[in-house]
Structures are given as structure tokens and as C-alpha cells.
């Protein structure tokens, strides 16, 4: 089956404890990216990927680190995890245009 | 920046009703215009896209209509049902893997 899977789903963790979010698609997508989801905000991408060793900047990526060496995973690092990044995550992979969501990573930082 | 402004920010809509949910955008560069539509736990799925060359495109009870000249687009919900009550979301970009700009969804109710 076709599809972006993502983990852990759930992540309570405290402030300045590294963590990573782990993200991989089966579709040999070449592009993929990180969003953010908070009530009110929408969806706010955080970095995205068009190729292995490729990434870039999204709209709001303070705070958050990734890296793409292999075209399936593509993982999303909080190295000093703060409250204002509690929120619901989802990773992505999109091709000619359509992206394909993961089912989310709800993480809290108290 | 770019943006896509999308309103309302919740609708209730009675069963058997229309839902419509507006956007506008800004970049003329911007010729890819889908929808995405998201059930509470999941993440968001296409819906229907639309590309500028047409003024509406129909999947089922699912309608976008574009207005190239105004920047703006719409989805339409005909018959709405309350299997429909989730949030949707427009987004545009510019052709092939460029990043998509969301709008910041509207919540549809639908009751019976």
C-alpha cells in the first residue's frame, strides 16, 4: 500500500530534550516536506526536500532541523524542544503536485 | 509573501444544503489550485484540484469554480451530507513539485 508513515503518532516530552520524528514514504517520491498544523495558523511548512541531500527552508523553520539522505526518509529533528513547538506535525510526499499527508505526530513540550 | 486567504473560518451547513468555502490568492505565477479535505486524526487528503485553463471543474457533489481575472476560487458542496463535516483546506502553487501555500482551512459542519 502507497503511503507516508510517521513516528511516534503521540510524543509528550520537556523542554530541551532532543528529539527526532521519524518520516518515510514506499512511493519513490522525490519530493518531500514538513508541516505544522496549529488551530487558527493552518498548515505552516517547516522545511521541505526535492531530492536526497536537497532541503530547504519553509515558512516557519526556527527551531527545527532535517536531512534527507535516502530518497524514502526524510526526518524531522527538534534539538532543544521548546513549549511554543507543541503542536500537530505531518510529513508529506508529493508528486506532480499532489501531496500525500502522513497521519500526524501530536507532540506536546511542557 | 504569498498568501491564499480563506474564508469562512467555520460553516454549518444543513444536510441536503450547499457548502462553500472561498479563497483569494496573490501570486499570478500560482496556476495549481487544490483542495484538500482533512477528518479529525488524519491528515489531509486531495479533494479535487483545478488547473486555470478551465473556469469549473465537478467531481461528484465536489465543484471548484475559478475566476482567473478576480484571484479567487471556490469549492462547492452540493447535496451536503454529514459524512462531509471536516476541514478543508485550498492551497496553490506554482507548476510541479513547488511548495504548496495553504490556506487556513474552514470547518464544515453538516447536520441533519
Not at chain 1, 516536506?33 to 526536500?49: E, F, H, T, V
Not at chain 2, 489550485?33 to 471543474?57: N, T
Request: with cysteine; aromatic share 12%; net charge positive.
Amino acid at each position: 500500500e502507497a503511503q507516508v508513515t510517521q513516528n511516534p503518532r503521540y510524543l509528550i516530552t520537556v523542554t530541551g530534550k532532543k528529539l527526532t520524528v521519524t518520516c518515510s514514504q514506499n512511493m519513490n517520491h522525490e519530493y518531500m516536506s514538513w508541516y505544522r498544523q496549529d488551530p487558527g495558523l493552518g498548515l505552516r511548512q517547516i522545511y521541505y526536500s526535492m531530492n536526497v541531500e536537497v532541503t530547504d527552508k519553509g515558512d516557519v523553520p526556527e527551531g527545527y532541523k532535517v536531512s534527507r539522505k535516502e530518497k524514502r526518509n526524510f526526518p524531522l529533528i527538534l534539538e532543544s524542544p521548546s513549549p511554543n513547538q507543541t503542536s500537530l506535525y505531518f510529513c508529506a510526499s508529493s508528486f506532480v503536485g499532489v501531496q500525500y499527508f502522513g497521519p500526524g505526530t501530536r507532540l506536546t513540550v511542557t | 509573501q504569498q498568501q491564499v486567504k480563506q474564508s469562512p473560518q467555520s460553516l454549518i451547513v444543513q444536510k441536503g444544503g450547499i457548502s462553500i468555502i472561498n479563497c483569494a490568492y496573490e501570486n499570478t505565477a500560482f496556476d495549481y489550485f487544490p483542495w484538500y479535505q482533512q477528518f479529525p486524526g488524519k491528515g489531509p487528503a486531495l479533494l479535487i484540484a483545478i488547473r486555470p485553463d478551465v473556469s469549473e471543474k465537478k467531481e461528484g457533489r465536489f465543484t471548484i469554480s475559478f475566476n482567473k481575472s478576480a484571484k479567487q476560487f471556490s469549492l462547492h458542496i452540493m447535496d451536503s451530507q454529514p459524512g462531509d463535516s471536516a476541514t478543508y483546506f485550498c492551497a496553490a502553487a506554482n507548476s510541479g513539485n513547488t511548495p504548496l501555500v495553504f490556506g487556513k482551512g474552514t470547518r464544515l459542519s453538516v447536520i441533519a
